[in-house]
């Protein structure tokens, strides 16, 4: 069925290095993508999202493109810092049904040691 | 704009008890939806309410309600409470929700604690 697929985590980094999440997508058609992030005790966020394949979502160094080709919307930032490390998640829309107008991955925790 | 706010943030209930969840969606926005979040199972999918309707259902059992009211407010009820619905339990609001495949934004949530 349509899922979302992130890589397993946790991921361990130390400041300053490059991050890459992996996620990739089933769907009919080209629904719209989204990085969600979520800290310790908190609700998710909304860090970055693209409608369109080739878009390019970016927000607070975090970089994600569209790629329809692959299926995919990898979550990239050049340089991590300390007050990176949360849980990330990958989503696309979804016309409701039992699954909501929103499917998740399974989320991406991030640690960042400095 | 005030974001979505959620109350109360924490909750201990004891197993056979009920529980109800309050949401304030952001200004405007008339699609509210739930979510329950384990460590377990992730985020799972209750049910979206739209214009006072329930829109979308997910995969629960009847325990879990929800309503809507005419100010896009929501709540969600929790009957006979069970060990495993401990939980955070997430609303989010959007404009529209399926169609017009708009951005969903969260609240902080609610912390239920069973025991």
């Known amino acids: 069925g349509d899922s979302v697929t992130q890589m397993e985590g946790p991921v361990t980094l130390s400041e300053e290095a490059f991050l890459t999440i992996n996620c990739t997508y089933t769907a009919t058609g080209y629904p719209s993508l989204f990085w969600y992030v979520q800290y310790p005790g908190e609700g998710l966020q909304l860090l970055l999202k693209a409608t369109k394949a080739d878009d390019k979502g970016s927000n607070k160094g975090f970089e994600a493109t569209y790629r329809k080709e692959t299926t995919s919307f990898h979550l990239e930032k050049g340089s991590v810092q300390v007050s990176d490390s949360a849980v990330y998640f990958c989503?696309?829309?979804?016309?409701?049904?039992?699954?909501?107008?929103?499917?998740f991955g399974k989320g991406t925790k991030l640690s960042v040691k400095p | 704009k005030a974001g979505v706010t959620q109350t109360p943030r924490y909750l201990i209930k004891t197993r056979g008890q009920q529980v109800t969840l309050s949401c304030s969606p952001i200004?405007?926005?008339?699609?509210v939806s739930w979510y329950q979040q384990t460590p377990g199972q992730g985020l799972q999918f209750l049910f979206e309410y739209f214009s006072e309707t329930q829109r979308n259902k997910g995969n629960f059992p009847g325990r879990f309600s929800g309503r809507q009211f005419s100010n896009s407010r929501s709540e969600m009820n929790v009957s006979t409470l069970e060990l495993g619905d401990s939980a955070l339990y997430l609303c989010a609001s959007s404009l529209d929700g399926g169609v017009l495949a708009d951005t969903q934004y969260f609240g902080p949530g609610t912390r239920l604690t069973v025991l």
């Open positions: 989503a696309r829309h979804n016309y409701g049904g039992s699954q909501g107008n929103l499917i």
């Open positions: 200004s405007g926005h008339r699609s």
